[in-house]
């Protein structure tokens, strides 16, 4: 297997970071360029498409780290319930690190540009749509494609989503906690 490319990775993980902290309309290339450490050449290299390119990308790398983080959490904790407890706390506390100038690693970008931009609608549809599946996975490991564990899914997706704005907007993480644990309940009912 060959080497990773010297520079794609960090500008993508650069792109997501500035997309999640400023937005997308407001982060330009340059902008990421210099976070990023990387010459204006590598950008156009890996990203031929622009910066609707490098959104795609940005936006595929971050649904899948919060896939895999459920999923870890999932192996580590009891119950659906509680992975969902759990993921609201880490959030909680990523939030209140970055003293709330972090949001949604993908409701930041799509609300900018979507449904204009086919390539991001497209990444982000499938990244929540791997959330979707991982959490109804979780919720019910039977029958995950069951119309309540896809329901309960949508539900915590929408719930958390909406917690990251009203805890941004307070500067507090309780919409957070709070929206996970009523979720986290219904789940357990389940």
Not at 53 to 73: F, N, P, S, W, Y
Request: net charge neutral; with cysteine.
């Amino acid at each position: 297997m060959g080497a990773r490319p010297k520079h794609r990775d960090n500008l993508v993980h650069t792109a997501a970071r500035l997309f999640r902290q400023r937005g997308y309309a407001a982060t330009g290339v340059n902008d990421i360029l210099k976070e990023a450490g990387a010459p204006k050449g590598s950008f156009y290299h890996y990203f031929p498409g622009g910066k609707e390119e490098l959104g795609a990308a940005a936006i595929r790398h971050a649904g899948a780290l919060v896939t895999g983080t459920l999923e870890r959490l999932a192996l580590a904790h009891g119950s659906p319930g509680d992975t969902l407890r759990a993921y609201g706390v880490l959030l909680a506390g990523w939030l209140a690190d970055s003293d709330y100038r972090d949001g949604c690693p993908l409701a930041t970008t799509v609300l900018e540009v979507t449904p204009a931009s086919e390539p991001i609608t497209a990444a982000a549809g499938q990244a929540y749509a791997a959330w979707r599946r991982t959490l109804a996975t979780l919720i019910d490991p039977q029958a995950p494609d069951d119309a309540r564990a896809q329901r309960l899914a949508s539900l915590a997706i929408s719930a958390l989503e909406g917690a990251l704005i009203q805890a941004r907007v307070a500067r507090d993480p309780a919409p957070i906690r709070d929206a996970c644990e009523q979720v986290a309940a219904l789940i357990d009912a389940n």
